[in-house]
């Protein structure tokens, strides 16, 4: 590769020139020297910096000379701190600052972009996958974690009907999330239940546990047991659209919902663990970028405690039931069947059911269990990178 080397002394970036159709690549010259590849500054064994680095990096040190190795295919500096350094030229490409290259870089490894959608779009980006091909193949596992964190709903056909099977997927994305609740959960109709989701009567749209900062990040459903009822339904919205619709139509219901945050709080006890779990945080929460991070929403898990002004108590209450008519106008519906595991992004999706009559002989058994997204991300990267889609 015939690389030409130049420098915009303004900015203090070395520009690398491949060729004439290409803007030039950029690099800040104060990151080169942080990112030194020598042995002294990084440790190949543990893919890091080596941590005198910073410590004694001093960011008055500039760039004295600077050349292309044609032989090595490496570019080479020299510092004022006395120290080479030493980059080669595919390592460059890949930490290009350009924003076609930064774009590139954080779809293909940070995380797939979403695609949010309406209730009418489901039938398009509905798409099943099959339980033992998750089991036994990487390709299929790929593609099934790919197309939750793009959607944010996936579902697995064809599993057994046998207790073990949230158990064998969790394991095959890495291991489950624990919580308050255990490491599974059974929703039947339960008499004197101790929690709103163990009861037959419709379960309005909601997201699991938004009273956890750390929130589950995937809600997995495995039904083992269908209730013959015409009831039964799940009801399934993906509240980033609603959320895209509220900033469209109603941009200060968005902004409310995006800036007040809500008291959310489960007190009670499961087996021998009493637990008494809140987290304040907005019903949409947006990072620096104006991005979703996560939905909260679950009617009976919302606190009566409302630790806000009195005077914005009003406003929250009136932009809540516009997102509550949205979320609802934007459900999907469908029903599972025995051997379907329903999977969905517990940061992003509103879920519910309708009522069912709950007998003896009309039984509903759902199993439930969650992955966390780290999790989720952490192996769809190392399948991406197993299975040569980086290449
Ligand atoms: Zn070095």
């Not at 004197?192 to 037959?200: E, P, R, T």
């Given at each position: 590769m015939l690389v030409q080397v130049s420098r915009d002394l303004q900015q203090q970036l070395v520009l690398l020139h491949v060729s004439a159709e290409q803007p030039a690549m950029q690099f800040p010259e104060i990151w080169l020297r942080d990112n030194c590849r020598c042995p002294k500054c990084y440790m190949k064994q543990t893919r890091s910096r080596l941590p005198h680095g910073w410590n004694y990096l001093d960011p008055t040190v500039r760039l004295q000379e600077i050349s292309w190795c044609a032989e090595q295919q490496t570019l080479q500096i020299e510092w004022s701190d006395d120290h080479q350094s030493s980059y080669p030229i595919s390592w460059l490409q890949e930490r290009d600052f350009s924003q076609a290259n930064r774009a590139r870089y954080l779809r293909a490894y940070y995380r797939p972009e979403q695609r949010h959608w309406s209730g009418q779009q489901y039938e398009l980006i509905r798409r099943e996958f099959q339980y033992q091909e998750l089991l036994e193949s990487d390709e299929a596992l790929l593609q099934w974690l790919h197309h939750l964190a793009v959607y944010g709903l996936a579902l697995v056909k064809?599993?057994?009907?046998?207790?073990?099977v949230l158990r064998k997927l969790c394991n095959r994305v890495g291991f489950m999330r624990r919580t308050t609740y255990g490491d599974e959960w059974s929703v039947r109709a339960q008499p004197?239940?101790?929690?709103?989701?163990?009861?037959?009567a419709p379960l309005p749209l909601h997201t699991d546990m938004?009273?956890?900062?750390y929130k589950p990040g995937v809600t997995l459903l495995h039904t083992l047991q269908q209730s013959d009822s015409p009831g039964g339904w799940n009801l399934l919205t993906d509240a980033f659209h609603v959320a895209d619709l509220l900033r469209q139509r109603y941009p200060s219901s968005f902004h409310v919902l995006s800036q007040t945050p809500v008291d959310w709080a489960d007190i009670g006890s499961d087996k021998e663990l009493s637990f008494h779990n809140i987290w304040r945080a907005p019903v949409i929460n947006l990072d620096a970028n104006g991005r979703y991070v996560r939905i909260n929403h679950s009617i009976p898990q919302r606190?009566?405690?409302?630790?806000?002004?009195?005077?914005?108590v009003r406003p929250w209450y009136e932009a809540m039931a516009v997102f509550i008519r949205l979320a609802n106008e934007q459900a999907c519906t469908f029903k599972t069947a025995p051997g379907d595991v329903l999977t969905f992004d517990n940061l992003r999706m509103v879920h519910g059911r309708t009522g069912y009559d709950d007998t003896d002989h009309n039984v509903r058994h759902i199993l439930g269990a969650f992955v966390d997204w780290d999790i989720a991300y952490s192996r769809w990267r190392v399948l991406k990178n197993a299975l040569g889609h980086y290449k």
């Open positions: 064809q599993a057994p009907l046998e207790e073990d004197g239940a101790s929690n709103y989701a163990y009861l037959a938004p009273y956890f900062e606190d009566s405690h409302f630790s806000v002004p009195a005077d914005q």
